[in-house]
């Protein structure tokens, strides 16, 4: 059974989704026989490499600014239940275009929970500039990938295809806000539910391919 997870660096949801997704699977009495493929989907194309206004600031420029204080403190708090800091008065928004590339070649190396992670709490955490290739290396280092590789395609457009491809694809599929969880190509559900539900998909899923 394949799960694809729609996601972005720049969506603090995803990072809170990453984990409960994580304890959905292990909830699920066949998780060796599930393939999961994570996909690209940038949240801001048309970002540049260069750190603007902060994500709450941001927040205030596409929802009602009276509401944003208490849906940081929303998003703060499902943090917390999850272990992660969100510091959305302190991120940057940026391009992720080269972070996805990079996930590519990290789920080639078979380092892409390693490289996630490096990249959710370097945003998010650390209010790192994840379009700077110094950042994207070290993040890349710490996850165990050939320096040389990644320079390389730092340097060169590898991967850009991939990632074009899944944002295709995501439009095929209904995908349209992350986090996205699509099981064996069904209608995409909402990662960051409570585990127990998105456990609940996994096994549902696994019914109907028993039938079919």
Known sequence: ???????????????IGKSRIAKALDGFAHRDA?????RSFELAPDADGVPGVTAAAAMEQW??????????ALIRSNGEQ?????NLHKSRPVSTFDAHR?????TARGRVDAVLEGLFHAYHTDALNVADPEVLSGIAANAGLDADEVKE????????DRVAADERRAVRLGVSGVPSVVID???PVSGVQDPAA???????AWAQRAKA
């Not at 660096?9 to 990072?15: I, Q, R, S």
């Open 1 to 15: 059974m394949k799960i694809e997870i729609y996601s972005d660096v720049l969506c603090p949801w995803c990072y």
């Open 198 to 204: 998105l456990t609940a998909a996994l096994e549902a």
């Open 34 to 38: 599930v393939e999961v493929v994570w």
């Open 102 to 106: 990079l996930i590519h070649l990290a």
């Open 153 to 160: 395609l730092l340097e060169g457009d590898r991967y850009a």
């Open 185 to 187: 190509g069904r209608p």
């Open 63 to 72: 929802t009602d600014p009276a509401a944003v204080p208490a849906r940081i």
């Open 82 to 86: 999850e272990g992660v800091e969100l």
